[in-house]
């Protein structure tokens, strides 16, 4: 019985892996986007992030990919894994084939091979959604901070927990047709500022914000951003609270 | 109440132009809360796409229990014509009831199409753009949207022609009538797409909407997925084996009718017209 078992183990750690990547330098003229593959042998445990690592330092020192945390915190390492948005650095090998094929995230703006300029697109969404909380009362620094039940609290760092990696962007079919559309990572945040009272903004505050097409009612709830979240964030019932509110905003 | 001020306009609002003065805009009359306000029109028109698809959808499956009264016997049908016509209300059938309720469905069919078709995808590089998305995601409900998209697509015209045939031939509704139309009128193979078109757009569209708007939740969203799905594909299931076997029920009547083709079916229990119960 445990021989059985000792095999079995023995035959994937033999695994070797042929890991398929798009490669493509914008800032080289010369370069065109085509896939090279490099193999390696799977280890025990393996993630992509210490498959791209090994190739980088074994075998091509030109190979651009992000990493930060590596535990999924950071969210710089989401790229596409077999077509697929996902985390370079919490996709376990031993989960994918023998040949995995990895490519950039789509719609955002290529820096190289699998890197790619969140931050960027980020930042501009922060801003046009105004992501931060709008409070004009006078702020008194020696005043004790307005308390909040424990409940709320945590419902707001569920919401908080999105580590921006673009992977909901990069599995929305409505992102990919148009551009302006602000995606499930943006919705979520004003859900977010939506439940903290420490925002005055209203409904209608909101509305003005996401209360079009490229905002809310633009959502198709073909739910791509909630299957491919690496956060399992409760993005499809966060999308439809606000839609349900937003609805309402469009009735007076 | 928060200023909301766009970012983008209020760039514009500082930018330069090329003789480095700055662009100051004239105020507007309008006080600028008012002139700032977000059209309720996306709002509007997003409610009626759902409301509009719902009440679609829901017709469809009484339409559908009424055709296939076929099924208990030409009486029954016979009977559920003749109701809709009003005559065991105004004495004797009405049939420009059906017409008027036909323009009713046509006029929300109309506006459901011209919503909806807001979502397709506009121009070759977005519909690419959608193609090569769904199939390297390769997620199930990606997918279904594409089939939706067709479904759609197909009932702008399939349906048409069905629904200009009810308003224009109102009287005709049957046993033998509706035979005669199905196997000697030929619309037999139209019936039998639109069928799988119109039931499968409307149970995938009762799945979107419950997603869409957050309507019969479970614990997580995760089980009221797969419960919603369960009932999508029963929904399509039950509806197309419903209308398969009817629509196969109308084809053997009118293959038997269609020497007396054009004959009208006469009920044995009212040789006339119906009266007043």
Known sequence: MIGILHRQRKKQEQRRLEIAILRHNPADPTSTPQLQSFHIEEAEGMTLFIALNEIRSTQDPSLQFDFVCRAGICGSCAMLIDGRPGLACRTLTRDLGPRITLAALPFFELIGDLSVNTGKWMRGTSERLQTWIHDHAKVDADALEARMEPELAEAIYELDRCIECGCCIAGCGTAQMREDFVGAVGLNKIARFRLDPRDQRNDEDFYELIGDDDGVFGCMALLGCHDVCPKQLPLQTQIAYLRRKMALIGLT | ?277
């Open chain 2, 1 to 277: 109440m928060t200023a909301l001020i766009d970012n983008k306009g209020s760039n514009e609002l500082l930018a330069a132009d090329a003789s480095g003065q700055r662009v100051i805009h004239a105020p507007t009359a309008m006080p600028l809360r008012q002139s700032q306000r977000k059209s309720r029109w996306p709002a509007r028109f997003d409610l009626l796409q759902s409301a509009s698809g719902l009440f679609l959808a829901l017709f469809l499956m009484a339409h559908m229990f009424f055709v296939s009264t076929i099924l208990i016997s030409n009486e029954a049908f016979y009977t559920v014509a003749r109701f809709f016509e009003g005559a065991y209300f105004l004495g004797k059938p009405y049939p420009i009831l059906v017409s008027a309720v036909v323009i009713v469905i046509m006029v929300i069919f109309i506006a459901h199409s011209w919503l909806a078709m807001r979502k397709f995808p506009a121009g070759y590089r977005q519909y690419r753009a959608f193609i090569d998305h769904k199939n390297h995601l390769r997620h199930n409900d990606t997918s279904l949207w594409w089939l939706q998209i067709w479904t759609g697509f197909a009932l702008f015209f399939m349906a048409t022609i069905h629904l200009y045939d009810m308003l224009t031939q109102p009287a005709l509704i049957g046993p033998y009538e509706s035979a005669d139309r199905v196997w000697t009128g030929s619309m037999w193979p139209l019936y039998l797409l639109l069928l799988f078109a119109a039931e499968l757009h409307a149970s995938i569209g009762l799945y979107r909407l419950a997603i869409k708007w957050g309507w019969f939740t479970a614990t997580t969203p995760n089980r009221s997925r797969r419960r919603l799905r369960w009932a999508k594909h029963s929904l399509s299931a039950f509806f197309i084996t419903l209308g398969l076997v009817t629509l196969a029920v109308y084809v053997d009547l009118g293959r038997n009718h269609a020497a007396h083709a054009g004959e009208r079916y006469v009920s044995p229990q009212h040789s006339t017209a119906p009266v007043r119960h």
